[in-house]
C-alpha cells in the first residue's frame, strides 16, 4: 500500500506564493499525472513529498504517516530530479551497485538488461554521458529501483522519439508485472495520456483538478461547424475554448453531454469529437 494525501499544504518562497491551500490523493497502485505550466508549484509539491523542503502549512501523509523526517517512509521513495547526485566520474554500473546500497530491492539484473537495450555503456563515467544519456541513466535507476513509489520530474528531458517510446513501454510493462504508485510530472502530456489513470493539475499553485483521466475525458467533447450554429449550441454551456475560421468554427466544452444535447447536435449538423487531455490542459490553465 502506496497511498499519498496532500492536505491542505501551501508554501511561499518570500512574497511568492509556490503553493496554495493543496489538497490531492494519490492513490495506491496508479499512474498520476501532476499536469501545470511552468511555476505552477509542481516541482515545489514533488519536493514537499520528498522531505526535500517543508511546507509552510499543511501536512503530506503515505500509509497514513507524515513524511516529514520519516526515514521508513521516505525509503519507499525514489525520485527521480534533473540533478545528478552521483560524482561525476564514477561509472555507470558503479551508480547501480551505489544505488544498491541505498535501496535493497533494487534490480542490478534488470539495470544491466535495461543499459543493454537503451545502449548505455555500463563502463562510461558519468562525466562522459549526454544529456539524453544522462536522463536514461536516471530512468533505469528508477525502473530498476522497485521502490513502491517511483517519481519521475520531466523524465525524458533531452531523449529523442525512439527513446522516448521505448521508456513508455518498459514503464507500462514494469508497471503492469510489479504495480506501484507512479508519478510523472511532464510537460508531454500528448505523449503520456495512454499511460495515466489519474491526473493532478495545478494552476498558479492552486489546486484545478484532481479526478481520473476517463472522467475527465467523459466530459470534454468538441463541436464544430457553421459559427451559428455552434454559438447556438454553446449558449449557457461550459465552454472552455473557442476557435474561429471565417465562417468554421470549433469549441471545446467540460461538462456532462447528455441526450438531448447529442439530439441537437445532429439538429445543427455540427460534428462531434472527443477532446484530448492536452486541449482540455491547455484550455484550463490559460
Not at 503553493?19 to 501532476?34: H, M, N, Q, R, W
Not at 501536512?59 to 530530479?81: A, L
Not at 542490478?108 to 549526454?130: C, H, N, Q, T, V
Amino acid at each position: 500500500m502506496s497511498r499519498i494525501e496532500i492536505r491542505h499544504v501551501s508554501k511561499a518562497y518570500g512574497k511568492t506564493v509556490a503553493l496554495k491551500d493543496v489538497t490531492a490523493t494519490i492513490s495506491d497502485g496508479k499512474i498520476c499525472g501532476l499536469l501545470g505550466r511552468n511555476g505552477a508549484g509542481k516541482t515545489t509539491l514533488l519536493n514537499i513529498i520528498t522531505n526535500r523542503i517543508f511546507a509552510d502549512q499543511g501536512q503530506v501523509y503515505i500509509n497514513d504517516e507524515p513524511v516529514i523526517e520519516n526515514d521508513k517512509i521516505q525509503g519507499t521513495i525514489f525520485y527521480m530530479t534533473e540533478k545528478t547526485l552521483y560524482p561525476k566520474e564514477t561509472r555507470v554500473s558503479e551508480v547501480f551497485k551505489i544505488t544498491k546500497g541505498f535501496y535493497p530491492s533494487f534490480d542490478l539484473d534488470y539495470a544491466a538488461s535495461l543499459s543493454d537495450r537503451f545502449k548505455l555503456e555500463p563502463r562510461k563515467k558519468i562525466s562522459s554521458l549526454s544529456t539524453g544519456y544522462l536522463t536514461i541513466l536516471k530512468l533505469v535507476l528508477t525502473l530498476a529501483s522497485d521502490a513502491p513509489i517511483t517519481i519521475y520530474d520531466e523524465p525524458v528531458l533531452g531523449l529523442d522519439a525512439n527513446h522516448r517510446d521505448l521508456f513508455y513501454k518498459e514503464l507500462i510493462s514494469h508497471y503492469n508485472d510489479a504495480p506501484n504508485t507512479v508519478i510523472l510530472s511532464t510537460h508531454l502530456i500528448e505523449e503520456v495520456t495512454r499511460l495515466l489513470e489519474d491526473v493532478i493539475m495545478l494552476r498558479e499553485g492552486a489546486m484545478l483538478l484532481d479526478q481520473p483521466v476517463d472522467s475527465i475525458l467523459q466530459l470534454a467533447y468538441t463541436v464544430s461547424g457553421d459559427q451559428e450554429s455552434v454559438d447556438r449550441y454553446a449558449v449557457d454551456k461550459k465552454v472552455i475554448s473557442r476557435e474561429t475560421l471565417g465562417r468554421y468554427k470549433s469549441a471545446t466544452l467540460y461538462q456532462t453531454r447528455t441526450a438531448a444535447d447529442d439530439e441537437l447536435i445532429s439538429q445543427l449538423g455540427l460534428d462531434l469529437m472527443p477532446a484530448k487531455l492536452q486541449d482540455v490542459f491547455i484550455s484550463l490553465t490559460n
